[in-house]
């Protein structure tokens, strides 16, 4: 079935270092969101990205699709506390009527 | 507008027992979803629903039942609870493809 792989697990970073974690999908997707959990929370929709190729920019934070549609990054630029927290991206599946499949997620942590 | 609301927020179980986790959205969303979270595995779909009284299987759906009788709600159901089901529930809802999530069930099997 299709899988949606994210890398790296985790990471630790300098507050005001940049940040990027890269999602793979093993099929080509019709669009592919992004969502945070803070620590203890619910994961939060970011943004959605549909066409091969594009960038959205969120303040500090960039998405991008890639030009085959099976892969995506988001960076973070300058990351501050208010970071840290799980970043997930999830594309639709079609062995299950287009639901959102998500990645493992990447954990990030900022230290001050 | 609460949104999307998840009772209980916290549950222990014993082996063998039974319980119903309940979702409830007041956003009038057609889809609804339960996810399971574990560590180092993301978001994983159960069950889902695309409308009142229709229900369909997601990635791990043994040992799960679900029930969509209102538009409103989606109730997730253990008959006979395994350690192997301890993890954190979420249910969410949808508008145009992007979740709303409810803030969870820590659920414990012991």
């Known amino acids: 079935g299709q899988q949606v792989m994210q890398i790296p697990q985790y990471q630790h970073v300098q507050e005001g270092e940049d940040f990027t974690t890269y999602c793979n999908s093993s099929t080509t997707l019709s669009n592919i969101q992004w969502y945070k959990q803070r620590p203890g929370g619910h994961p939060v929709f970011l943004i959605q990205l549909v066409k091969s190729g594009e960038v959205k920019k969120q303040k500090r934070l960039t998405f991008q699709f890639g030009e085959a549609k099976k892969n995506s990054s988001l960076h973070i630029t300058a990351t501050q506390t208010t970071d840290v927290g799980t970043y997930f991206c999830?594309?639709?599946?079609?062995?299950?009527?287009?639901?959102?499949?998500f990645g493992a997620g990447t954990i990030l942590r900022v230290k001050s | 507008n609460a949104g999307v609301t998840q009772t209980p927020k916290f549950r222990v179980l014993k082996t063998g027992q039974s319980m119903t986790l309940l979702c409830a959205q007041d956003?009038?969303?057609?889809?609804m979803y339960w996810y399971r979270q574990d560590p180092g595995m993301g978001l994983r779909l159960i069950h889902y629903?695309?409308?009142?009284?229709?229900?369909a299987k997601g990635e791990v759906p043994d040992g799960y039942n679900v029930s969509r009788l209102k538009k409103q709600n989606f109730l997730l159901g253990l008959e006979s609870a395994a350690p192997s089901q301890t993890s954190v529930y979420f249910c969410?809802?949808?508008?145009?493809?992007?979740?709303?999530f409810g803030s969870g069930t820590q659920l414990s099997v012991l």
């Open positions: 956003m009038n969303h057609e889809y």
């Open positions: 969410a809802s949808s508008l145009s493809g992007k979740l709303f």
């Open positions: 629903s695309v409308g009142e009284g229709t229900t």
């Open positions: 999830a594309g639709p599946s079609m062995e299950y009527g287009n639901k959102l499949v």
